[in-house]
T-cell receptor
Framework: DGGITQSPKYLFRKEGQNVTLSCEQNLNHDAMYWYRQDPGQGLRLIYYSQIVNDFQKGDIAEGYSVSREKKESFPLTVTSAQKNPTAFYLC??????????????FGQGTRLTVV | GQQLNQSPQSMFIQEGEDVSMNCTSSSIFNTWLWYKQEPGEGPVLLIALYKAGELTSNGRLTAQFGITRKDSFLNISASIPSDVGIYFCAGRTSGSRLTFGEGTQLTVNP
């Protein structure tokens, strides 16, 4: 079945370490996104990519990095420069066709805890 | 950047009641989406709206794209316990980037 897979579901890291969150989709969607969600808050855009080998900063890109070497994959690295990295991270993909089945489809999220 | 004001922030209702929530913006949007998120999961798309004035239903859910293109509402009729979750609106002007509201936390008491 087509979908978007984030791994791992839970991740624990020590302060000062970089960590990479995985996001893979087999929906053949062109665009992929990373959002951060804090308790009781909405989704804030970290980075997005509309095409392979190209990506744009979102609203809260500082302390994060991404790559888009393959259409299916959009990994997010949380670097030690991110001051408050503990959060729920959501990956999504979409394609531009103005149909419900092409709108942003989310993975199940990765809960990152930095201790 | 663009902002969406979603209200109410939370709702506590009895099973069987109808629910209404809305999103407003100072910016014009070309697409309005409504998502539901359950605890520990990613949001799931409920309804997509593409034309001003459009009214679309999905089972007990009905959403409308405001005629000014600056607002949208979502109604849930005859609520049931499994309606519990956070409901988000999202808007798009051009391209693929979405702007999300802060969410409405819905609690349904049996």
């Amino acid at each position: 079945d087509g979908g978007i897979t984030q791994s791992p579901k839970y991740l624990f890291r020590k302060e000062g370490q970089n960590v990479t969150l995985s996001c893979e989709q087999n929906l053949n969607h062109d665009a992929m996104y990373w959002y951060r969600q804090d308790p009781g808050q909405g989704l804030r855009l970290i980075y997005y990519s509309q095409i392979v080998n190209d990506f744009q900063k979102g609203d809260i890109a500082e302390g994060y990095s991404v790559s888009r070497e393959k259409k299916e994959s959009f990994p997010l690295t949380v670097t030690s420069a991110q001051k408050n990295p503990t959060a729920f991270y959501l990956c999504a993909s979409s394609t531009d066709s103005r149909r419900p089945d092409t709108e942003a489809f989310f993975g199940q999220g990765t809960r990152l805890t930095v201790v | 950047g663009q902002q969406l004001n979603q209200s109410p922030q939370s709702m506590f209702i009895q099973e069987g009641e109808d629910v209404s929530m809305n999103c407003t913006s100072s910016s014009i949007f070309n697409t309005w989406l409504w998502y539901k998120q359950e605890p520990g999961e990613g949001p799931v798309l409920l309804i997509a709206l593409y034309k001003a004035g459009e009214l679309t239903s999905n089972g007990r859910l009905t959403a409308q794209f405001g005629i000014t293109r600056k607002d949208s509402f979502l109604n849930i009729s005859a609520s049931i316990p499994s309606d519990v979750g956070i409901y988000f609106c999202a808007g798009r002007t051009s391209g693929s980037r979405l702007t999300f509201g802060e969410g409405t936390q819905l609690t349904v008491n049996p």
